[in-house]
């Protein structure tokens, strides 16, 4: 089965050394990008425009230089950036992921749209089922889940009853309880106020004049942070939160994303891996 990549041109012969030389200048740049994005991700929650101002034409630049080197392939690219294109539009259009995350995936898409030549997974599917950027955006969700992990760790290094835990939440379900657990723990509310990566995980509604603490489970990627915690913020006094507030650690999905690019080219497609895993393919 040929490479997706294409070490091809139309007479058939093959243009190693300009075609490597825009795989790495690809992979070069997009992890240039996607590391200062996620830095400046962890530090402020926010990513500057100007990274994308910069990325996103000399991925544009790359994308039209590779389809220019392999003519042949070039509606595989094609079909790679649109597709690309179109799921990071969407996951943003529902608030799955945030603008920073989309344009990353966009610029992704542009930039790499197969795998650069040259670099070899230690392990390999027999046939792919979505273009490169997808792999990335999808391996990165599947590291992401190692925070959930993480979160449930901390709850029950608590040692708190459960009874504790939920107290105010008396209500609640189980299944919700158990879906808290994992996304989101306890803080004091001045550390929900102080810490710009977490968001509240409940809200409060009031029934008979007496306020009533409900769990938040979802969360969109795009919400008003400041605006959320100032609809809790008026019953600070009330001692309300004496036992603490529910938070939800805002993922830095660009972290992720980063790494997920590391791990695709690396070790190989984990989804696709387990995928092939559970069908008994090799």
């Given at each position: 089965?040929?490479?997706?990549?294409?070490?091809?041109?139309?007479?058939?012969?093959?243009?190693?050394?300009?075609?490597?030389?825009?795989?790495?200048?690809?992979?070069?740049?997009?992890?240039?990008?996607?590391?200062?994005?996620?830095?400046s991700?962890?530090?402020?929650?926010?990513?500057?425009?100007?990274?994308?101002?910069?990325?996103?034409?000399?991925?544009?630049?790359?994308?039209v230089?590779?389809?220019?080197?392999?003519?042949?392939?070039?509606?595989?690219?094609?079909?790679s950036?649109?597709?690309?294109?179109?799921?990071?539009?969407?996951?943003?259009?529902?608030?799955?992921?945030?603008?920073?995350?989309?344009?990353?995936?966009?610029?992704?898409?542009?930039?790499?749209?197969?795998?650069?030549?040259g670099?070899?997974?230690?392990?390999?599917?027999?046939?792919?089922?979505?273009p490169?950027?997808?792999?990335?955006?999808?391996?990165?969700?599947?590291?992401?889940?190692?925070m959930?992990?993480?979160?449930?760790?901390?709850?029950?290094?608590?040692?708190?009853?459960?009874?504790?835990?939920?107290?105010?939440?008396?209500?609640?379900?189980?299944?919700?309880?158990?879906?808290?657990?994992?996304?989101?723990?306890?803080?004091?509310?001045?550390?929900?106020?102080?810490?710009?990566?977490?968001?509240p995980?409940?809200?409060?509604?009031?029934?008979?004049?007496k306020?009533?603490?409900?769990?938040?489970?979802?969360?969109?990627?795009?919400?008003?942070?400041?605006?959320?915690?100032?609809?809790?913020?008026?019953?600070?006094?009330?001692?309300?939160?004496?036992?603490?507030?529910?938070?939800?650690?805002?993922?830095?999905?660009?972290?992720?994303?980063?790494?997920?690019?590391g791990?695709?080219?690396?070790i190989?497609?984990?989804?696709?891996?387990?995928?092939?895993?559970?069908?008994?393919?090799?």
């Open positions: 089965m040929p490479q997706l990549g294409g070490q091809r041109s139309f007479d058939g012969q093959v243009s190693s050394t300009t075609l490597a030389i825009i795989d790495w200048a690809s992979l070069g740049v997009s992890h240039a990008a996607l590391v200062v994005a996620s830095i991700d962890l530090k402020t929650r926010e990513v500057s425009d100007k990274v994308w101002l910069a990325y996103g034409p000399v991925a544009l630049v790359l994308f230089a590779r389809i220019i080197e392999v003519p042949i392939d070039a509606p595989i690219f094609a079909v950036a649109i597709a690309t294109v179109v799921v990071a539009f969407l996951l943003f259009q529902f608030g799955v992921m945030g603008g920073a995350d989309s344009k990353a995936l966009m610029c992704i898409g542009l930039a790499l749209p197969v795998p650069p030549g670099v070899s997974a230690l392990w390999q599917p027999s046939f792919v089922l979505y490169f950027p997808i792999a990335v955006l999808v391996n990165s969700f599947l590291l992401s889940i190692g959930a992990a993480f979160v449930l760790v901390k709850n029950l290094m608590q040692g708190a009853s459960a009874k504790g835990l939920f107290r105010g939440f008396e209500k609640e379900s189980i299944l919700r309880k158990l879906m808290i657990l994992f996304t989101s723990y306890k803080t004091s509310f001045n550390m929900l106020e102080s810490r710009v990566y977490l968001f995980a409940e809200q409060v509604e009031v029934s008979e004049t306020p009533i603490r409900h769990f938040r489970i979802v969360s969109n990627a795009e919400e008003d942070r400041e605006k959320l915690i100032s609809n809790l913020e008026e019953y600070k006094d009330t001692g309300l939160y004496s036992d603490g507030v529910w938070v939800t650690p805002g993922l830095p999905h660009l972290v992720f994303v980063t790494a997920s690019l791990v695709v080219l690396v190989g497609d984990l989804l696709m891996w387990m995928f092939f895993k559970i069908v008994g393919a090799s």
